[in-house]
């Protein structure tokens, strides 16, 4: 049992008879949202993107899990490859989390919200094993968790609204009164907002130049988040704010390379079993699908290095921390490169006609538009001839440049700019047993790799 009562993700993966299987044949059925996919179109919400600004309601598909005591920097410094050095109250870092082998536990926005207190928000994989060795590590910290909608008895503690594009900076100054030109990429400030006491972070979801790539995350008591979003829509009229969706959220986070979260590096190894025994075989880890062409049955093959993921610049010596000895040896090895792909239009349109009038033992896995996301991890085959030589993650197709696309991880020795490649689509033996994957057979699309982002085509 886990230390809460219920069946641990150990005895789960007993149960089931491999890790592997419990991800590849996961029955949770598809990837949900916790906030609409729209508001009134998808390519109308991608294109505000890019060419005016959006807002991202963000209260309800993130996981925040608060820690408070004299230990919680200690802990969070132990706990993550990232520099402590500037940390502090209004601080904020992508918190970047690996096992004692140096792979990939998970990522999550770390917010400093006073001396002694923190906020972990995102997917729950990096706060839970925080969470873990908070409990378990003799710090003197206390945990408290505020669930995602989907997994939540009661009520969100806090909302989050996010606004990014190139209008987004002259939209929150106008509400706010102020300007934050003072304010860096990455730190937290704090206003009102129509006499409401809001904090935010600066940051940004894509890749304009200068000043138009900052946006803000703002967050509070949930009781305010209503005025507060009115007051920001109103003040957006001018600067053409559209309220998006999820559909454009995901989609356009991609295009900056975000490859979603990993597969987490801990269903497997004796340094891991505790943790293992501690966490509940219904939380994230046990819920966790895992989908795409590339199949093996060592769940160790599905783990990645932050320099894989493309996180290196997260990974600072300057203090100990959990896999710094094995990170530390990695430094100088070659890693896999992230690049783009970008789909053949062609074959992607033979796809989507195979899915929907081939007979079902000849039909392609369909491809959901615009996010073609049917497992929370994606990992597909990338081919050149018969050599695998890498990863493709997650794909979408976004009208900011008019192609279907995937972030990939490719063996270094094969990144060029534009190479053609395969992408193999669809999984084996005519797909697994998640609820969502319709009997299909695998296909291959040619792709070309691109190692710079994509350049946005304007209307």
Known sequence: MSSRGVESLAQKI????????????????????QYPPVHSNWQHEQKAVYETAVLFDQSHHMTDV?????????????????SFATYGRNRAKQLTICNDDGYLIGTAVLFG???????????????????????????DVEVKRDERTHDNAGRRLMYRYEIAGPNAMQTIEKVSGRSFDDVGFFQMTEFSIETRQVRALIHTVIGLPGRDSRGMEIFGPVDEGEAVLDAILKAGEEFGLVRAGGLAYYTDSMLTGYPAQPTPA????????????????????????????????NVEDYYVTPYDFGYGHLVKFDHEFVGRDALAQMA????RQKVWLIWDRDEVMRVIAS???????????????????????????VLVGDKQIGISTVC????????????????????????????????????????????????????TMKTERPSVISA
């Not at 369909?366 to 990992?379: I, K, N, Q, S």
């Open 396 to 447: 979408a197709y976004t009208t900011n440049i008019r192609s279907w696309f995937s972030v990939a991880f490719i063996d270094p020795a094969d990144v060029r700019d534009g190479f053609e490649v395969e992408i193999v689509w669809g999984e084996e033996n005519g797909g697994t047993a998640k609820r969502n994957v319709e009997p299909h057979k695998q296909t291959t699309i040619h792709a």
């Open 332 to 335: 100088d090895q070659p890693h």
């Open 355 to 381: 899915s929907l009038f081939d007979d079902e033992q000849n039909r392609a896995k369909f491809l959901d538009t615009p996010l073609g996301r049917y497992a929370r991890v994606h990992c597909d085959t």
């Open 266 to 297: 801990i269903f497997s190894g004796e340094k891991t079993q505790a943790y293992r025994e501690w966490l509940p075989g219904d939380w994230y880890e046990g819920k966790l699908s895992v989908g795409g062409s590339f199949a093996s049955e």
């Open 14 to 33: 007993e149960r089931i008879g491999s890790p592997v299987r419990m991800l590849r044949d996961s029955p949770h059925g598809p990837f949900k949202m």
């Open 66 to 82: 608060y820690f408070k005591g004299p230990d919680v920097t200690r802990l969070l410094s132990e706990s993550g490859t990232n």
């Open 113 to 139: 919200l006073e001396e002694f207190e923190a906020s972990l928000v995102g997917p729950a994989g990096a706060a839970n094993w925080v969470q873990f060795r908070a409990e378990t590590g003799g710090y």
